[in-house]
């Protein structure tokens, strides 16, 4: 029963890693991290991302242009750049570690010491990719709200929303968690089953006669009439 929910659990944790690391890296390179409509052309709409900004017009030509210098961006564009891409490294790292430790997987089988070691490994660093990439999407996101609602700013000036990467990378970071989690978890429970007893050895008892004695001897068995 163990051995079935340690399988499980490796195979979902496993899942949800693979998963989250794949919505990482589209969060990390697509041009939606805000959206802006303008008033005065709704035919229009502008797109920010990490590395670029995108108009999109109602005809659907979309027309990109990457950011300028890389100092020049404000502080959490800079910072979220270098943690994403922190995360997806570690998102590799994490699932290339952890496969050799799963259960199913035939390296290491002689060594579960080591692919213990492996599983732990690999969720640590998935659970590292995970935070990675919540942080800056909560960052951008709160300054996003902020600017949206600043009084300072007079209301006929186009405002930030969120972008549909903001709601992916929340996914992401949340499916690489909880997969270095189960991952992690399932390798303890290993560490912590004990091995079985193995059965004593019992000599069988020594043949004994019909009142308790030996058997006789087979040369007074001779004897007898």
Same mark, same amino acid.
């Given at each position: ?74 502080? $959490?564009? @800079?910072?979220? #750049?270098?943690?994403?891409? &922190?995360?997806? !490294?570690?998102?590799? +790292? %994490?699932?290339?570690?952890? *496969? ?8 290491? $089988?002689? @060594?579960?010491? #080591?692919?213990?070691?492996? &599983?732990?490994? !690999?969720?640590?660093? +998935? %659970?590292?990719?995970?935070? *990675? ?31 549909? *990467? ?31 007893? *193995? ?27």
């Amino acid at each position: 029963m163990a051995g079935s929910w340690r399988a499980k659990a490796q195979a979902g944790g496993m899942l949800l890693a693979l998963l989250g690391w794949v919505s990482s890296c589209v969060t990390t390179f697509v041009p939606l991290w805000k959206n802006l409509n303008l008033e005065l052309n709704e035919m229009e709409v502008w797109n920010m991302g990490l590395w670029q900004v995108c108009i999109t017009q109602e005809e659907g030509a979309v027309e990109c242009q990457a950011h300028g210098s890389f100092l020049a961006l404000p502080p $959490e564009l @800079r910072v979220s #750049r270098l943690l994403m891409c &922190l995360s997806n !490294g570690l998102g590799l +790292l %994490g699932c290339v570690l952890a *496969a050799p430790g799963l259960e199913g997987w035939r390296a290491c $089988e002689d @060594r579960p010491g #080591r692919k213990r070691q492996l &599983l732990l490994a !690999g969720g640590a660093a +998935l %659970g590292t990719a995970g935070m *990675a990439t919540l942080v800056p999407v909560s960052w951008v996101a709160y300054n996003t709200v902020l600017d949206f609602w600043d009084d300072t700013v007079p209301d006929i000036v186009p405002r930030w929303e969120f972008g549909e *990467a903001t709601f992916l990378g929340w996914f992401a970071g949340a499916f690489l968690a909880a997969g270095g989690l189960l991952l992690a978890c399932s390798a303890r429970s290993t560490t912590r089953t004990a091995t079985p007893p *193995a059965p004593s050895c019992h000599q069988p008892p020594a043949a004994r006669g019909p009142a308790g004695g030996h058997h006789p001897h087979p040369k007074n068995a001779d004897l007898v009439i």
